[in-house]
T-cell receptor
């Protein structure tokens, strides 16, 4: 079966750096997405990786290794507003999106 | 108004009621989706419409009935639901069903409670 694994919950300190990991086993690969979802709000797109390597976008970066079935989302200079759930999703060979259950990130002062 | 708008934001219904969820997008997208989000579970794709045609029905029980009258509007009609159907129902849209990065734009969801 197809599977996306990510930690259920993580805690980090304001101003610090946190890395949220995502591992996947899917039938084929056509891209990996990260979305952010604040409580009670819509998920919003953060990043898309289809080739190996690091994609940087301001304080957020996303890394992909297709050979390892692994991605991470790196958040730098954490702010209280970064407290949210982070969803990892992989598009398989049929272009279906397979979702992880999300990682709830708690930022402490 | 821009983005994806869902109404109502909250809905409580009995198992014998009939209600509908509404989704509207003002992005000029041609694909629209219904997802179910339950606590600590992955998003479950329910239905996909691409250019108003249903292209995906992920073995969803018939008590959920989608309707897509045009590319901007999507409905989810609900009848004789079960308590386990209580969840957040998310609507999303994208340029088309499959193209490039195909980023989804989500609405804030309709929180459904079935008593």
């Amino acid at each position: 079966g197809q599977n996306i694994d990510q930690p259920t919950e993580m805690t980090a300190t304001e101003g610090a750096i946190v890395q949220i990991n995502c591992t996947y086993q899917t039938s084929g690969f056509n891209g990996l997405f990260w979305y952010q979802q604040h409580a009670g709000e819509a998920p919003t797109f953060l990043s898309y990786n289809v080739l190996d390597g690091l994609e940087e976008k301001g304080r957020f970066s996303s890394f992909l290794s297709r050979s390892k079935g692994y991605s991470y989302l790196l958040l730098k200079e954490l702010q209280m507003k970064d407290s949210a759930s982070y969803l990892c999703a992989v598009r398989d060979s049929n272009y279906q999106l397979i979702w992880g259950a999300g990682t709830k990130l708690i930022i402490k002062p | 108004e821009t983005g994806v708008t869902q109404t109502p934001r909250h809905l409580v219904m009995g198992m014998t009621n009939k209600k509908s969820l509404k989704c509207e997008q003002h992005l000029g997208h041609n694909a629209m989706y219904w997802y179910k989000q339950s606590a600590k579970k992955p998003l479950e794709l329910m239905f996909v419409y691409n250019f108003k045609e249903q292209t995906e029905n992920n073995s969803v029980p018939s008590r959920f009935s989608p309707e897509c009258p045009n590319s901007s509007h999507l409905f989810l009609h609900l009848h004789t639901l079960q308590p386990e159907d209580s969840a957040l129902y998310l609507c999303a849209s994208s340029q088309t069903e499959v193209i490039g990065a195909n980023v989804l734009t989500f609405g804030a969801g309709s929180r459904l409670t079935v008593l």
